[in-house]
């Protein structure tokens, strides 16, 4: 299981938007994380971590959370090792800690294995 470094969080208003990466630190061919199905989760205080898009490998078939569907994208660019989750019109709720992990298919199950990296903290406030 690859280890992965999530960045790109930060503090915006509502409606702004955000871009989140996750790399496999000194994978730079990507053909590391080229290997694997790539999911986003995000954990708020107080909740359970949730899944909120994953993307696989070979044909980059997408899913969503029906939460951030329309809003949020998630993408990958094999050649620089790295998965993008492009965070739209975000709003306090999308407010958590993002955690990006390898995952099993099929990607909708959000089903993730490997240890989790610290991850990157996304709020949005006023």
């Known amino acids: 299981q690859p280890q992965l470094v999530e960045s790109g969080g930060d503090l915006v208003q509502p409606g702004g938007s955000l871009r989140l990466s996750c790399a496999a630190p000194?994978?730079?061919?990507?053909?590391?994380?080229?290997?694997?199905?790539i999911g986003w989760f995000r954990q708020a205080p107080g909740k359970e971590r949730e899944g909120v898009s994953s993307i696989s490998a070979g044909d980059g078939r997408t899913y969503y959370a029906d939460s951030v569907k329309g809003r949020f994208t998630i993408s990958r660019d094999h050649a620089k090792g790295t998965v993008y989750l492009q965070m739209n019109n975000l709003k306090p709720e999308d407010s958590a800690i993002y955690y990006c992990?390898?995952?099993?298919?099929?990607?909708?199950?959000?089903?993730?294995?490997?240890?989790w990296g610290q991850g990157t903290q996304v709020t949005v406030s006023l």
């Open positions: 000194g994978d730079t061919s990507g053909d590391i994380l080229g290997y694997y199905a």
């Open positions: 992990s390898a995952v099993d298919y099929p990607i909708s199950a959000m089903s993730p294995f490997g240890s």
